[in-house]
């Protein structure tokens, strides 16, 4: 199957018209982006958009022997004039199939808003999805029994959530090639889009760009083990949970425990469970180094601060006399224990921590030693890190 992207942004295009945000003032170049329309085989086109006879030209194709134009959008996408020869656009109702005189079989796939989603079948097997902006497909069960699709073109910065449902039936296996369209300007373009998508096992292409079904490309190498660092309110909690968003079934270990009485905690807790999928679990423990070394979903700890607070806590660290009595000894013990953790665990991990040691130093002894300790957990906890993000100002900088 190939599969020509003749647009990949979003309805409006990227830039937007008129639009003075930052995003689309640096969309300039390969990272303009026209409406997505999908060219398939050059007999199917999915969705028209204006200059689709011109954007085919341009990616040495012909729209003359395309024998079917479909729609996706909820009200028929962008208005434009049907180019000379083209049939009549229409919609295929959800659940019913269309066989095409080239030998595809194309299936409406029932969306959870409005919409409708293509599965496409070309004659010698190879399948593809393709979901319309905002779209995520509907009464998937999380059993991991579908057959994965070769190709999927869908919504990834919009809908995370619809690549984390489709992982989970197994409509999207390790082989499959995921392609992020309908790209708007709620990502700076360039190297931060695809950051972002390669976090989700992602890729963005330029328009104009033709796939093959079944080709050899580069995958998306997800990290197995990230740790984010930065600053209070830097936005490292935020860049940690979207870098799993697009995976089912994630296990977030909220070191920090409850604080009885503490109204402005509580509602910060409350805060961050409210951004998460729904699909996620939640299990508040310092016990990291057990589920380090089990089998099981992606890890987000949030975060090592937390965790050592009370590490030190427990060895009495803010006790000159007990921290010299073994205390340092035990707290050094428990800190290589987890690391060694960290390095042996087969889990997808996305650890947070705080950077606390460019400020101010601390007035108090146990605030300089927790600052220390600190440090030296950070450094070892980033060695056995695959990728390492620093975050200021919500913006991550990778320093790995």
């Known amino acids: 199957m ?8 979003a309805p409006s295009g990227l830039p937007r018209p008129d639009c003075p945000c930052a995003a689309c003032a640096s969309a300039r170049g390969e990272q303009a982006r026209a409406a997505t329309a999908l060219l398939v085989d050059d007999a199917l086109l999915l969705d028209l958009t204006p200059g689709a006879a011109l954007a085919a030209a341009r990616a040495g194709h012909s729209l003359t022997g395309v024998r079917q134009v479909l729609l996706t959008h909820p009200h028929g996408g962008p208005a434009v004039e049907l180019p000379p020869g083209l049939p009549t656009a229409g919609r295929v109702p959800d659940g019913r199939e269309l066989t095409l005189i080239s030998g595809h079989r194309v299936r409406a796939v029932a969306l959870d808003a409005p919409g409708t989603g293509y599965e496409v079948a070309a004659p010698d097997g190879e399948r593809l999805l393709y979901l319309p902006p905002g779209g995520g497909p509907a009464g998937l069960d999380s059993n991991g029994h579908l057959q994965a699709y070769d190709i999927v073109v869908a919504d990834v910065i919009g809908r995370p959530d619809a690549l984390a449902r489709l992982r989970a039936s197994g409509a999207v296996g390790p082989t499959t090639d995921v392609v992020a369209v309908h790209i708007d ?14 976090a989700a096992g992602a890729r963005a292409v330029p328009d104009g760009t033709t796939l093959y079904a079944g080709e050899y490309h580069a995958v998306p190498d997800v990290p197995r083990r990230t740790l984010v660092t930065g600053g209070a309110r830097s936005g490292k909690s935020y860049e940690a949970e979207r870098r799993l968003e697009a995976f089912p079934d994630v296990l977030y270990v909220a070191t920090g425990g409850g604080r009885a009485g503490d109204a402005e905690w509580a509602a910060r807790i409350a805060a961050h469970r409210e951004r998460r999928p729904s699909s996620w679990r939640t299990l508040e423990t310092c016990e990291v180094v057990p589920l380090l070394a089990e089998e099981g979903p992606p890890l987000l700890i949030d975060c090592l601060s937390l965790w050592l607070t009370d590490a030190m806590d427990q060895v009495g660290a803010w006790d000159e006399a007990a921290w010299e009595a073994g205390g340092e000894e035990t707290l ?4 290589a224990e987890l690391v060694a953790a960290v390095r042996a665990t087969r889990r997808t991990v996305v650890a947070v921590t705080n950077e606390v040691g460019s400020g101010v130093v601390p007035a108090t002894a146990s605030g300089r030693r927790f600052r220390d300790e600190l440090g ?5 906890f980033a060695e056995e890190c695959e ?4 975050v200021v100002a919500g913006q991550a900088l990778p320093l790995r």
């Open 2 to 9: 190939e599969l020509t992207l003749l647009g990949t942004g």
């Open 376 to 380: 030296r957990l950070n450094a070892a």
């Open 185 to 198: 300007h709620d990502v700076p373009p360039s190297a931060e889009l695809h950051r972002q998508l390669a």
């Open 332 to 335: 050094r013990a428990r800190v």
């Open 387 to 390: 990728h390492v993000l620093l």
